[in-house]
């Protein structure tokens, strides 16, 4: 069984930040390149971060310089640490794992972030 599970999410003021945990199990984790994905209410899902199974890191440009996307091989585990969180970042952040040259992805259920005073 495939499970993704994120965690982390919560209220945070502006200009604050959270780290992001995304445990997967039932994968070679090793061989899976993951990401974070966000949608906020009323608009599309979009790309936050990935890192390939080489370490090789992308982000968006709203991402860039404020978040930094990990992983740990060792613990099955990629994270998303976000610092200078603005009220734009409030969405659902889901986690998601891709196998080079193949079709099949994974993602996780979602967990909450929101971004007020």
């Known amino acids: 069984q495939v499970q993704l599970v994120e965690s982390g999410g919560g209220l945070v003021q502006p200009g604050g930040s959270l780290r992001l945990s995304c445990a997967a199990s039932?994968?070679?984790?090793?061989?899976?390149?993951m990401g974070w994905y966000r949608q906020a209410p009323g608009k599309q899902r979009e790309s936050v971060a990935s890192i390939s199974i080489g370490g090789t890191l992308a982000y968006s440009d709203s991402a860039k310089g404020r978040f930094t996307i990990s992983r740990d091989n060792a613990k099955n585990t990629v994270y998303l640490r976000m610092n200078t969180l603005k009220p734009e970042d409030t969405a659902v952040y889901y986690c998601y794992a891709h196998l080079p040259g193949w079709k099949t992805d994974y993602w996780g259920q979602g967990t909450q972030v929101t971004v007020s005073s």
């Open positions: 039932g994968i070679i984790f090793s061989a899976y390149a």
